[in-house]
């Protein structure tokens, strides 16, 4: 399994609700990220896990609130957003930090806040 | 701080045209990563490339193939014989290691048209 699986593929949420992202990997990768894309912009980092434990917080509102279960699973859970939050959510992982292992990325969470 | 520039905001050519895609990084380290990464309309980053910044060979990869130079600070980026299906977002990346806080820097990337 090489891949990245990230659900939902599309969600729209009103500005009160609580919602959360989901991101698989089953490829024994240690770190694992949560990026975000606005329209024709590149990706801008958000959290990192490495070995389960939150490495870099990219000064992220607190309305967004990652989580790693276990080494395979990342969460970003969602609450109170603002409507430009909207954007498309990717995670990542490689196979450790530090040694310019290749990022592997799913197909992204395309979020839409109303 | 580490900083990557692709300063073509948009290319468009023709089918069969060779076309190539600039990226100039800057860093301090001497050890860093360079990555190439192509995004489609349905927006999943893919893996094209990794350079470390010891190794400046040359890279082909049947129609693709990446010049890097560290003198210029430049790692392009060729398609020869573009196709339809090359039309996409393309995104140069630099990492530099740190103590366990790797990060990925994109360049502001470069969107490819293929023109049939």
């Known amino acids: 399994d090489t891949e990245v699986t990230q659900t939902p593929k599309h969600l729209v949420m009103g500005m009160t609700n609580k919602k959360s992202l989901k991101c698989e990997q089953h490829?024994?990768?240690?770190?694992m990220y949560w990026y975000k894309q606005k329209a024709k912009k590149p990706p801008e980092l958000m959290f990192v896990?490495?070995?389960?434990?939150?490495?870099i917080n990219e000064s992220v509102p607190s309305r967004f609130s990652p989580e790693c279960p276990n080494s395979s699973l990342l969460n970003l859970h969602l609450h109170a957003l603002q409507p430009e939050d909207s954007a498309l959510y990717l995670c990542?992982?490689?196979?450790?930090?530090?040694?310019?292992?290749?990022?592997?990325f799913g197909s992204g969470t395309r979020l839409t806040v109303v | 701080a580490q900083k990557v520039t692709q300063a073509q905001t948009e290319i468009s050519v023709v089918e069969k045209e060779d076309v190539t895609l600039d990226c100039v990084y800057e860093?301090?380290?001497?050890?860093?990563?360079l990555f190439w990464y192509k995004q489609p309309p349905s927006g999943e980053l893919v893996f094209l490339i990794r350079?470390?910044?010891?190794?400046?060979q040359n890279e082909i990869s049947g129609r693709y193939s990446w010049n890097f130079q560290k003198s210029t600070s430049s790692f392009n980026f060729t398609i020869t014989a573009s196709q339809v299906v090359d039309s996409a977002v393309y995104f140069c990346?630099?990492?530099?290691?740190?103590?366990?806080?790797?990060?990925?820097?994109f360049g502001t990337g470069t969107r490819l048209t293929i023109i049939p």
């Open positions: 896990y490495s070995y389960e434990k939150l490495s």
């Open positions: 350079r470390n910044s010891f190794d400046e």
């Open positions: 490829m024994g990768h240690r770190a």
């Open positions: 860093t301090r380290d001497t050890t860093y990563y």
């Open positions: 990542a992982s490689s196979q450790d930090m530090d040694r310019g292992y290749g990022y592997t």
């Open positions: 990346a630099l990492s530099v290691p740190n103590f366990g806080n790797e990060k990925l820097t």
